[in-house]
């Protein structure tokens, strides 16, 4: 904004300049009286001439008039906007951005917008879950995202209860510091029991305190990089197949979770029987229970219970329909 303002301040100070230069040059007169004619004809005010005019300075001040008006009309516009802009702008931005935080529900708070949090944000938006973004720097705006943006400490009440806490589904605590995870995840905690969190840490000292303040996920994103690239190494061809699966559009394979909600019909049914495998070519690799339990590869006498989450690999033509099929 500040280099905008000054462009439109050095063009109406060069078309001055022109217009008191030239007066100058062809009348004779003295600067100041040059450059009392320029802005008299600049703003039309009114007022005679100061001298008689030559012929010379009849025609310098009509084509001074003509572009001169108009060129200066032009950067007292552009000058006007930027001043004003921001003023009633961000009036109108704040207003239609409180309305759709009132709105929202069932979405996910992301704290911080570094490097980490713009990735989190990025992959929560391409699967089409509702997220707002809570962030210190004002310049850090994901206004290419199109999402909510509450400024301010994501630690304080007030912020959080702006970004919808009460009515969030999650909330991503990606500070750059420690302390600060552990003070966002034990204020959102006491404020809303019931929601899930995840934390970043860096120390493995904090790993506790987080767990402690209420994080039911603590991730360190030092120690899956380096487990990544160990990874790599000693078992590349399954870390390569991971990641195929993982990206979604590059394999066709798609590892997915599925929540049997009440009434689903895989409730109360084995795994033999309930034919998943066999109509949707699907391999289950693991289910967790609602008391937290997660029973890896189970059985075909595994009996599926409500609101068992089921982690399975399908192929991505078959995710669609498995989908509609046990969510109807």
Same mark, same amino acid.
């Given at each position: 904004?500040?280099?905008?303002?000054?462009?439109?301040?050095?063009?109406?100070?060069?078309?001055?300049?022109?217009?008191?230069?030239?007066?100058?040059?062809?009348?004779?007169?003295?600067?100041?009286?040059?450059?009392?004619?320029?802005?008299?004809?600049?703003?039309?005010?009114?007022?005679?001439?100061?001298?008689?005019?030559?012929?010379?300075?009849?025609?310098?001040?009509?084509?001074?008039?003509?572009?001169?008006?108009?060129?200066?009309?032009?950067?007292?516009?552009?000058?006007?906007?930027?001043?004003?802009?921001?003023?009633?702008?961000?009036?109108?931005?704040?207003?239609?951005?409180?309305?759709?935080?009132?709105?929202?529900?069932?979405?996910?708070?992301?704290?911080?917008?570094?490097?980490?949090?713009?990735?989190?944000?990025?992959?929560?938006?391409?699967? $089409?879950?509702? /997220?707002?973004?809570?962030? *210190?720097?004002?310049?850090? +705006?994901?206004?290419?995202? =199109?999402?909510?943006? @509450?400024?301010?400490?994501?630690?304080?009440?007030?912020?959080?209860?702006?970004?919808?806490?009460?009515?969030?589904?999650?909330?991503?605590?990606?500070?750059?510091?420690?302390?600060?995870?552990?003070?966002?995840?034990?204020?959102?905690?006491?404020?809303?029991?019931?929601?899930?969190?995840?934390?970043?840490?860096?120390?493995?000292?904090?790993?506790?305190?987080?767990?402690?303040?209420?994080?039911?996920?603590?991730?360190?994103?030092?120690?899956?990089?380096?487990?990544?690239?160990?990874?790599?190494?000693?078992?590349?061809?399954?870390?390569?197949?991971?990641?195929?699966?993982?990206?979604?559009?590059?394999?066709?394979?798609?590892?997915?979770?599925?929540?049997?909600?009440?009434?689903?019909?895989?409730?109360?049914?084995?795994?033999? $029987?309930?034919? /998943?495998?066999?109509?949707? *070519?699907?391999?289950?690799? +693991?289910?967790?229970?609602? =008391?937290?339990?997660? @029973?890896?590869?189970?059985?075909?006498?595994?009996?599926?219970?409500?609101?068992?989450?089921?982690?399975?690999?399908?192929?991505?033509?078959?995710?669609?329909?498995?989908?509609?099929?046990?969510?109807?």
């Amino acid at each position: 904004m500040l280099w905008q303002i000054s462009k439109s301040v050095s063009h109406l100070l060069i078309i001055v300049l022109m217009g008191t230069f030239g007066y100058h040059l062809i009348e004779g007169w003295s600067l100041f009286e040059s450059l009392y004619m320029t802005i008299i004809s600049l703003t039309t005010v009114g007022y005679g001439e100061i001298h008689s005019l030559s012929n010379g300075g009849k025609i310098f001040t009509m084509i001074l008039i003509i572009t001169g008006i108009s060129n200066f009309a032009i950067v007292i516009r552009n000058l006007s906007l930027q001043v004003l802009k921001p003023l009633f702008g961000n009036t109108y931005r704040e207003k239609k951005m409180e309305k759709t935080l009132q709105n929202m529900k069932d979405h996910f708070i992301i704290c911080g917008f570094g490097r980490i949090g713009q990735d989190v944000c990025e992959n929560l938006i391409n699967n $089409d879950i509702k /997220i707002v973004v809570i962030d *210190n720097d004002t310049n850090k +705006a994901p206004s290419e995202y =199109n999402i909510p943006v @509450v400024h301010g400490d994501a630690s304080s009440e007030d912020i959080l209860i702006k970004a919808g806490i009460r009515t969030a589904q999650g909330l991503v605590s990606t500070v750059n510091t420690d302390a600060g995870n552990v003070f966002i995840t034990l204020t959102a905690r006491e404020l809303n029991p019931d929601f899930f969190i995840i934390a970043r840490y860096e120390f493995e000292s904090t790993k506790s305190k987080l767990k402690r303040a209420g994080a039911d996920h603590v991730i360190n994103p030092y120690q899956i990089g380096s487990d990544k690239i160990s990874q790599i190494i000693i078992k590349p061809t399954i870390s390569k197949i991971l990641d195929f699966a993982h990206q979604k559009g590059h394999f066709e394979l798609s590892i997915e979770e599925l929540e049997i909600e009440e009434n689903n019909p895989l409730i109360g049914q084995k795994i033999r $029987d309930c034919g /998943i495998r066999d109509r949707f *070519n699907v391999i289950i690799i +693991a289910v967790e229970k609602t =008391n937290g339990e997660i @029973v890896t590869n189970p059985g075909p006498n595994y009996e599926f219970k409500k609101y068992d989450r089921v982690v399975l690999i399908a192929n991505q033509n078959e995710v669609f329909a498995l989908f509609q099929f046990y969510k109807k």
